[in-house]
């Protein structure tokens, strides 16, 4: 299967967009207590043209031939020494699960912070239900730095 990323930028924000609402609907197939409202796509619309507006933020996308298939998020303006990103979000859509998609966005986006001068990548995820999230960071070679069993929260992080 032949993929390619792009640099998301204004002229393909509807892409993004329509990622980012079967993303939501599909968080509220997952968490029936999440809702999955106007006010949340619209709220979720503004933070996605926020985003892209910053300096410090890149959203990417996958294709598949021309079909947008998935995007990761990723911020990088560390306070204190601008050498840190945190990886904020990977989706793919379901039928393009475990095809090498998500792998290519994460490498696509650490190639992008590395000519930037970023040195460390960070991400969280959740522990509960979510083993094949957390084997395919560590196949990434992403370490393990803590959990958070009040939070269920697991930290992440990988040397650029």
Same mark, same amino acid.
């Given at each position: 299967?032949?993929?390619?990323i792009k640099?998301?930028n /204004?002229?393909n ?5 329509l990622?980012?609402l079967? #993303?939501?609907k599909? $968080? ?5 207590s999440s809702s999955?409202?106007i006010e949340? @796509?619209? %709220?979720?619309?503004? &933070?996605m043209? +926020?985003?892209l %507006? ?6 990417f996308i996958? &294709?598949?031939?021309?079909?947008p298939?998935?995007?990761?998020h !990723?911020t990088?303006?560390?306070k204190?020494?601008?050498k840190? $990103?945190y990886?904020s979000e990977?989706? @793919?859509?379901? #039928?393009y699960?475990? =095809?090498?998609v998500?792998?290519k966005? !994460?490498?696509s986006?650490l190639?992008?912070l590395? %000519?930037?001068g970023i *040195?460390e990548?960070?991400?969280t *995820? *959740?522990?509960?239900? +979510?083993k %094949?999230?957390?084997n395919?960071? /560590?196949k990434? =070679?992403?370490?393990?730095?803590k959990?958070? /069993?009040?939070? +269920?929260?697991i930290?992440f $992080?990988k040397?650029i």
């Open positions: 299967m032949k993929i390619k640099e998301a /204004k002229d924000f509807e892409e993004l967009i990622l980012r079967l #993303l939501l599909n $968080s509220s197939k997952l968490n029936p999955y409202s949340k @796509i619209q %709220k979720s619309t503004n &933070y043209k +926020n985003y %507006k910053k300096d410090d933020n890149k959203y996958a &294709y598949h031939n021309l079909l298939i998935g995007y990761l !990723v990088y303006d560390d204190k020494n601008k840190r $990103s990886l990977l989706y @793919i859509l379901d #039928l699960r475990n =095809k090498g998500g792998k966005l !994460v490498f986006q190639k992008f590395k %000519k930037l *040195t990548n960070t991400l *995820t *959740t522990k509960n239900k +979510n %094949k999230i957390i395919f960071y /560590k990434l =070679k992403y370490n393990l730095i959990e958070s /069993k009040k939070k +269920n929260i930290y $992080s040397d």
